[in-house]
């Protein structure tokens, strides 16, 4: 009888120990024959450090109890003086009652944990063979099986093997088991065996060298008749064979079960015959196999019967695996698999679905079988069926980050770990994490995780999960693996002779000079040549959809070279969605980016940044520019520094611009122009605002610091003001400027005049960059008046002097930068002349008539054909703008919506207002888009502003190609800008001049 103290010493000790049942525990090393357990610290130490020492302790009793009295105690003897067999035994006990149920069945067995040589730690096929030797019956053979299965759990539960080398041992048993029941079949039908030549082909995670503990066992067989034996009769046998054999693993003995033996994945899966020979089998492939049917045969190995025959269908079915990814649309087919999978998931369950969920281990077999099929075409170092191996190759050849596939890696492990000791507990087939605290805990701490068991396995699984999941979205839908998988499988890998020929017929100019660019990003061992020689096949097609693929790969060479020791950017390339072919298409389409780019290589990372191309807002440049100014030492470093800001943004508009005149995912067809024009007119309007109001606080900053003596403000007017700003427009400005209190006007005067000089000097200091002139030639009295002036002397020249084109040049009058409460006086000043009170009067009308008439027939270029000039030619930007002016100074006054500095806003206002026709606005609004569109691409393709269709025959089909127009359709460009504007031109002469 147990007295209580020494019975609440041994509840403490237990639960100290792990055991959750202490009571229960206690009861069971009370019994006679757990003397020598109760007693031995180190063996309840072992028991504590199992999964679940209950567990382990009940099983144990169990294995105790069914030795007779003498071979009882010669276990209990090995058990406490042999710490590889405690440490096996308990740790298997510990973390599978199937296995416990095994060896209370068979309790000699645990003399196959008893050994510790270095032969037992890693077992092959030979090995598990002579382990089923004497199995010569379905009963027999689950026996040597399971004894086989013990001892891979003891080495995996203790360590001594980690999952990848323990599936791998599964897979080595699974292939001898394969054979010694294809051995038990043949010799219950010889003549069946004479009949015929078998082949077992192992697929899936048998195949693949990573199988589970319980799982079905996917197969195909092939046959081929022996000498003498017709075909017909000689699959008959062998059909007979592997259906024996599958009954044999499958079918429930008084021993259990094996494993199921899956054949469906065979041709015409259950609707097909099971066995087929060997050329019916490849005619199936050839003709009729589903892209799913190839990604199943990645794994594919001969693992029992007639080894030759095996290997025959290998090395005949090989080929066309790594044909597969030709096959069209295999890319989304593979990936709509994948989330059919998903689907199919029920709901209540998906969140526990460890093999089949998100974040899964599917996730990461796709993923790795999918860049395996699409790259393994020209690289055999790719053609491994065992998923870890895979990725280490994919790794290593460049297909996927070395940081990405070592956490894929880490996560796979751990997901497989977690699965094995899931099903280990009572060896049945199941992918879902157990909802039972109890559960739960046995399967932390059979991972190790001691310390809050439950709430570490949750947290762990979750984050590896996550991982999974961000990774396999990453790396399986980018862009990249469609482009890649839709190259013949030469493309994939350059030879100089494939690629001179494939340069040809894409239509490069200098083929010569494109294999030199080639050979140096290419050639090599380095981990950075191997990206490059993954990413140029795909880089020189999308090349070859411009104007100019020559130009798109030197600037891609120069890019490469800039960054060559960069690691993010070929990372950036590979990974990032759209990155790739977004740098492609912006490196072909002109000058004016690529020169941006060469002297800012870094801002290529805006490429793959989901919101890299959206334009940066006013408010944030400005305080960006501002600051940058505020570091430098000089007037000239700030300037310099806003430059920076300036080169950098202006890219980021020229790459958002071409990337949407190719159209986007959802709207394959061009982008909206209007919305284009719109876009880029914004962004380099602010960011031109916020480099003006920079180079405003470098002047001031060195000779006043931070107050001026005089308010200053710069107002912005012509495109600058309408927000209408191209790549190669001047700023129109108009400089004003009101002493402070206390402060001499002549001192006020000098001071704003030294400002604007020192502004204009900083603004045209000599770069590389795309300049920024400030125009002041729109002030009062032009050229010959003063460039800066206070309100008062405004107010009183508009007063007195000023003429009806004055009036009409401050349509677009808005502040820009400097004072704000200097420069919304200067706009209420402005007011009345530019939206007159009862509007013009007939002279006026007439006076503006006669400048757009004079304009016409004098600044128009000598030569120029007016049909094609964007500015000044037939329905181009001046006769929108003038007719939508003319409205706005004679209605402005009553129709509110007029008052606008934006053209196209005006033109909306005035058809709202019922002042100009549906049809004829839109002819107006299109007329002055496209125009303003033609500007824009002249400017990004040739690197200098011009108001003209290039003369180059290059330069202008990649004008065409900016304004959507392919190859072979310049003169439907040509057509079409003039079929547009000589409507525009009859709507204009009909508003205008009143026709």
């Keep these: ?69 003498d071979e009882r105690r010669r276990f209990l003897d090995n058990l406490i003086t042999a710490k590889p067999l405690r440490d096996r035994l308990l740790g298997v006990l510990g973390a599978s009652e199937a296995l416990g149920d095994h060896l209370a069945r068979h309790p000699r067995d645990w003399h196959a944990l008893a050994t510790y040589e270095s032969a037992d730690l890693h077992p092959g096929v030979a090995d598990f063979a002579r382990g089923l030797a004497d199995a010569t019956d379905p009963v027999s053979l689950r026996v040597s099986y399971r004894r086989c299965l013990l001892a891979i759990a003891a080495r995996d539960v203790c360590g001594t093997t980690d999952v990848a080398e323990a599936a791998a041992e599964l897979a080595d048993l699974a292939t001898a088991t394969l054979r010694a029941a294809l051995g038990i079949a043949q010799a219950a039908a010889p003549d069946d065996a004479a009949a015929c030549r078998l082949a077992v082909i192992a697929m899936g995670k048998c195949g693949g ?21 017709e075909e017909a009769k000689a699959l008959q046998a062998a059909t007979r064979l592997a259906s024996h054999l599958m009954r044999i693993c499958s079918e429930t003995t008084v021993e259990g079960t094996i494993w199921p033996v899956d054949a469906n994945l065979r041709p015409e899966g259950r609707n097909g015959p099971l066995v087929r020979t060997l050329s019916s089998h490849v005619a199936y492939y050839q003709r009729w196999a589903k892209t799913w049917e190839f990604q199943a045969l990645l794994k594919a190995r001969p693992v029992a019967g007639d080894q030759a025959l095996g290997e025959a269908y290998t090395e005949a079915v090989g080929p066309l695996v790594w044909q597969a990814a030709e096959r069209e649309n295999f890319v989304p087919d593979v990936q709509k698999m994948r989330r059919r999978v998903v689907d199919n998931i029920p709901a209540a369950e998906i969140e526990r679905e460890l093999k089949l969920g998100p974040g899964g281990l599917r996730d990461v077999e796709f993923a790795v079988q999918l860049l395996q099929l699409v790259h393994g075409r020209s690289d055999a170092t790719l053609h491994s069926g065992t998923t870890l191996e895979a990725l280490q190759a994919l790794a290593a050849g460049g297909y996927v980050g070395r940081a990405d596939a070592a956490q894929l890696d880490e996560a796979y492990r751990f997901l497989r ?32 995780l001691r310390t809050d068991p439950v709430t570490t396995l949750n947290r762990e699984w979750k984050r590896h999960a996550s991982v999974v999941r961000r990774l396999h979205e990453k790396i399986f839908y980018r862009p990249l693996l469609d482009a890649v998988a839709q190259l013949t499988p030469g493309e994939t890998r350059l030879s100089p002779k494939a690629a001179g020929q494939r340069l040809e017929a894409l239509g490069y100019a200098d083929p010569a000079a494109a294999m030199r660019h080639l050979e140096a990003l290419a050639s090599g061992v380095s981990r950075k040549a ?55 298409r912006v490196l072909s389409a002109g000058r004016l980016a690529p020169d941006l780019l060469l002297r800012a290589p870094e801002a290529v990372a805006i490429l793959g940044d989901p919101e890299g191309l959206r334009p940066r807002g006013r408010d944030h440049l400005e305080q960006e520019i501002l600051a940058a100014v505020g570091r430098a030492d000089t007037a000239e470093a700030a300037v310099a520094a806003a ?21 986007t995912e959802e709207n394959p067809a061009e982008a909206d122009a209007g919305t284009l024009v719109d876009q880029v007119g914004d962004a380099i309007t602010e960011l031109t605002a916020a480099t003006v109001a920079g180079a405003l606080r470098a002047a001031v900053r060195d000779t006043w610091g931070d107050t001026l003596p005089t308010r200053f403000a710069v107002i912005g007017v012509g495109r600058f003001g309408g927000h209408e700003l191209g790549y190669g427009s001047d700023a129109d400005v108009l400089f004003v400027h009101r002493p402070r209190d206390g402060v001499d006007e002549q001192e006020a005067a000098r001071a704003a005049n030294a400002v604007v000089s020192e502004m204009r000097r900083l603004l045209q200091l000599p770069t590389a960059d795309p300049p920024l002139l400030i125009d002041a030639d729109l002030r009062p009295e032009g050229k010959s008046g003063p460039l800066v002036r206070t309100l008062g002397s405004y107010g009183a020249y508009y007063r007195r002097w000023s003429l009806v084109w004055e009036s009409q040049a401050l349509l677009r009058a808005r502040p820009m930068a400097g004072d704000t409460e200097l420069a919304e006086a200067f706009i209420e000043l402005v007011d009345p002349l530019r939206y007159p009170r009862e509007g013009l009067d007939d002279e006026a009308v007439r006076e503006i008539r006669r400048l757009k008439a004079r304009m016409e027939s004098e600044r128009l270029p000598r030569g120029a054909d007016p049909t094609l000039h964007t500015k000044l030619g037939r329905g181009g930007l001046s006769d929108v703008e003038w007719t939508v002016q003319l409205l706005q100074m004679r209605h402005g006054w009553e129709v509110p919506g007029l008052r606008t500095t934006r053209t196209r806003e005006a033109l909306r206002a005035a058809h709202a207002a019922g002042l100009v026709s549906a049809d004829d606005a839109r002819t107006l609004d299109e007329a002055w888009v ?8 002249v400017m990004l393709v040739r690197g200098r502003a011009g108001d003209t269709f290039p003369s180059d025959a290059r330069e202008l089909a990649a004008v065409g190609r900016y304004l959507g127009y392919g190859p072979g359709h310049v003169g439907d460009m040509l057509d079409d800008y003039r079929r547009v504007t000589r409507r525009a031109r009859g709507v204009m002469e009909a508003a205008f001049y009143d026709a």
Aim: cysteine-free.
């Design 530 to 584: 191997a990206i490059q020689r993954t990413l140029l096949p795909v880089l020189l097609g999308w090349f070859a959809d411009s104007a100019d693929p020559d130009a798109g790969l030197l600037g891609f060479r120069k890019v490469s070279d800039a960054l060559g020791k960069t690691p993010w950017y070929l990372r950036l390339l590979r990974d990032e969605g759209a990155a790739a072919e977004n740098l492609a």
């Design 643 to 663: 430059r920076g800001v300036r080169r950098r943004e202006l890219f980021r508009t020229a790459a958002a611009d071409i990337i949407g005149s190719y159209g």
């Design 417 to 448: 770990a977690m699965e094995h000791r899931i099903q280990l507990h009572k060896l049945r087939r199941t992918h879902l994490v157990p909802e039972q605290e109890a559960d739960l805990r046995r399967l932390a701490r059979s991972l190790g």
């Design 1 to 69: 009888m147990t007295v209580p103290g020494r019975r609440s010493s041994t509840f403490t000790r237990l639960l100290r120990h792990g055991f959750t049942d202490p009571s229960a525990a206690a009861r069971l090393l009370e019994l006679p024959d757990m003397a020598s357990v109760r007693s031995d610290p180190v063996l309840l130490d072992a028991l504590g450090a199992t999964a679940d020492p209950d567990l382990a302790l009940r099983s144990l009793v169990r294995l105790a109890e069914a030795h007779e009295p």
């Design 209 to 229: 060298h990573e199988l589970n503990y319980v799982s079905d066992v996917d197969v195909i067989f092939v046959a081929e008749p022996t000498n003498g034996t």
């Design 930 to 937: 496209l125009a303003t569109r033609v500007r824009n691409g």
